[in-house]
């Protein structure tokens, strides 16, 4: 028993096929198994109607997602205010059950807005496992560290990586990866990213930390270090890590990015945190020219205020443009490719999701194009789905074959019993 969409609209983000097609697409178990015209009904699921379209699920390349819980809090400062002042206090007082919950409000959030993919940093991320396994999702999760100097301590944070790896790491068919997940060089020591890189090449996993997110880091990197940000990340060896996912990489100069571009390190552009949070904003279009992969990241809820991936992409498109005084700056392909492809690319799992083809899994999202703001629906989807869609489009999201969200309705999550234990979390917190 498998799904048959049936005459339907496909972006299929396959660069071998035309950008959009009207056809069938069948599933089979976990996998797409046939994409073409006419596919026999026999006993599968057949969706048909009109004016839906289907395509590959967003990936979104960093975020934090318990921190959906601090919604709203602390707002409009700048990001070492924010963090000194505000996230790390509050932070402190989140027992691992309140991870759980946060992870499972984000998660609703992601699937009801067309996420398939994400990759997260946190603490107790055993908790983030636990909702990734219940709900259904694809998730990565890396064990955000932050050297204290108190040598228990650090080497507590070094066991729970390896534990992660060895309870998480590839489960249910590598729907969870484990990455080692240095919070950033500011707040990691030398040695103490030394020690992170030698468990990631001794254990074959990628490693995910923020990088060159404002002028402030930089400076003070160049005036600690003698080196920008990413050189230093070079000359300590992190860049020959199995994978790198760095976030933000806002202020690189040319060589900088000739480094990025020959270490193959995949960029998590953030625009709607690095706009909000007043840091600055990465030219995402010289990057591009580079060569260098780029896919797209909400950052954690509270610097936001959503984790919803088309929001991000029609900011990622439009600041762009302004930026560089150029309409043709990431076009609205462009865009797509780097909520999917390109953002599968950055996750090292390319081969297996990020676009509709024979054999890749069922990852996948289905909008109702019957509003509006699609009309008239005979020009350009591609340009529908990157400038004029509404994540409330989206009326399933499907991740390895499952449904996890159809007609707006979650299928792994109790929304309601979500809303109250947030609600009794923030009463004692806050
Ligand atoms: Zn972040």
């Known amino acids: 028993m498998g799904y048959l969409f049936k005459n339907i609209s496909l972006i299929t983000m396959d660069p071998s096929r035309p950008e959009v097609v009207k056809g069938d697409l069948l599933i089979e178990g976990s996998k797409i198994i046939s994409i073409g015209s006419n596919l026999p009904k026999s006993a599968h699921k057949v969706i048909e ?56 409000l984000g998660i609703a959030e992601m699937l009801l807005s067309g996420t398939t993919t994400f990759l997260d940093m946190y603490q107790d991320m055993e908790m983030v496992a636990k909702a990734i396994v219940e709900t259904g999702i694809r998730g990565h999760i890396s064990r955000g560290t932050i050297y204290t100097g108190n040598e228990k301590m650090d080497k507590a944070a070094l066991d729970q990586l390896e534990s992660l790896i060895d309870d998480f790491h590839n489960y249910d068919d590598e729907r969870i990866k484990v990455l080692a997940g240095p919070h950033a060089i500011y707040t990691n020591s030398k040695e103490f990213l030394e020690a992170q890189l030698e468990i990631v090449k001794r254990r074959n996993i990628g490693l995910h930390i923020h990088v060159s997110e404002t002028k402030k880091e930089n400076e003070d990197i160049i005036k600690t270090h003698g080196m920008t940000p990413v050189e230093y990340l070079n000359d300590i060896g992190l860049l020959d890590a199995p994978y790198v996912v760095s976030a933000h990489m806002i202020y690189l100069n040319e060589g900088d990015q000739d480094i990025v571009k020959e270490k193959g390190v995949g960029i998590a552009h953030n625009p709607k945190s690095n706009l909000k949070l007043g840091s600055g904003m990465a030219n995402v279009q010289k990057y591009l020219k580079k060569g260098i992969t780029v896919g797209l990241g909400t950052d954690g809820a509270s610097s936001n205020n959503n984790l919803d991936m088309l929001s991000e992409m029609q900011y990622a498109t439009m ?112």
């Not at 409009?76 to 691992?96: Q, S």
């Not at 309140?98 to 499972?104: I, P, T």
């Not at 797509?336 to 390319?350: D, Q, R, Y």
Request: with cysteine; net charge neutral; charged share 25%.
């Open 319 to 430: 600041i762009q443009k302004g930026l560089n005084l150029d309409a043709t700056a990431l076009n609205a392909y462009d865009t797509l490719k780097m909520a999917t492809t390109e953002g599968a690319k950055v996750l090292n799992i390319s081969d297996r999701v990020g676009m509709l083809k024979e054999g890749y899994d069922a990852d996948l999202i289905m909008f109702d194009l019957n509003q509006p703001h699609y009309y008239p629906i005979e020009n350009n989807l591609v340009s529908k789905i990157a400038y004029s869609a509404k994540s409330s489009d989206i009326i399933m999201t499907m991740v390895k074959g499952k449904p996890l969200m159809v007609n707006r309705e979650l299928k792994t999550i109790d929304i309601e019993k979500t809303y109250k234990e947030v609600s009794e979390i923030i009463g004692r917190i806050c």
């Open 49 to 104: 109607g009109r004016n839906l379209l289907v395509m590959p699920g967003f990936i979104n390349t960093h975020t934090h997602v318990s921190m959906s819980l601090l919604r709203g809090y602390g707002d409009d400062l700048e990001l070492f205010e924010w963090l000194n002042n505000r996230i790390w206090p509050v932070e402190t007082k989140l027992t691992k059950n309140d991870v759980y919950v946060g992870a499972k």
